[in-house]
């Protein structure tokens, strides 16, 4: 398989810290009483980013691998509804699916029978390498923001 290495560097890109916190450095052990937290400009929620990361990612991981899939409206299809998840399980189960996603689309990665560079021929042109990318920079985007949270909250 001549691209390994790529598939590697973007799995690595995904999961590993390198240069950047990973999902689990951020949430485990996420103090409850910060799901909710605002701080300072930052517009959103742990809560709010949380859910918002694990519905882009579920969104981008079903893209690349189901043709039939359709996506959230644009933009309130891909936020909650609300500041604050219903409860401390809500949040776990966010997190669970989170996690579940990122391990299926890793999986994607892995399996050489999936061209990283072909089109895929229901979008206009994406392709997984470009569908990957574009999920390490939101995810780490958006990770950055709630380390920022939560390094405020623990002050």
């Known amino acids: ?11 690595d890109l995904l999961t590993a810290r390198n240069a950047h916190v ?3 450095d951020v949430i485990d052990n996420f103090p409850s ?3 909710s937290a605002r701080v300072g400009s930052i517009a959103h929620t742990p809560w709010q980013l949380l859910e918002h990361m694990r ?5 981008i991981l079903e893209f690349s691998r189901n043709d039939k899939h359709e996506s959230p ?17 809500a949040w776990d189960e966010s997190v669970a699916g989170f996690r579940d996603d990122l391990e299926q689309f890793v999986a994607l990665i892995r399996d050489d029978g ?4 072909e089109a895929f021929p229901h979008g206009d042109g994406q392709t997984l390498l470009r569908e990957a ?3 390490a920079k939101h995810n780490s985007y958006h990770l950055g923001q709630l380390m920022m949270i939560r390094k405020a909250m623990e002050k």
């Open 33 to 35: 009483e910060h799901y």
């Open 22 to 24: 990973t999902f689990d």
């Open 114 to 117: 999936n061209d990283l560079y």
């Open 55 to 59: 519905i882009a990612q579920w969104d």
């Open 73 to 89: 409206a644009w933009p309130e299809g891909y936020w909650p509804g609300s500041d604050t998840p219903k409860s401390d399980s």
């Open 133 to 135: 990318l574009v999920l």
């Open 1 to 11: 398989m001549p691209d390994k290495p790529l598939r590697e560097h973007l799995i």
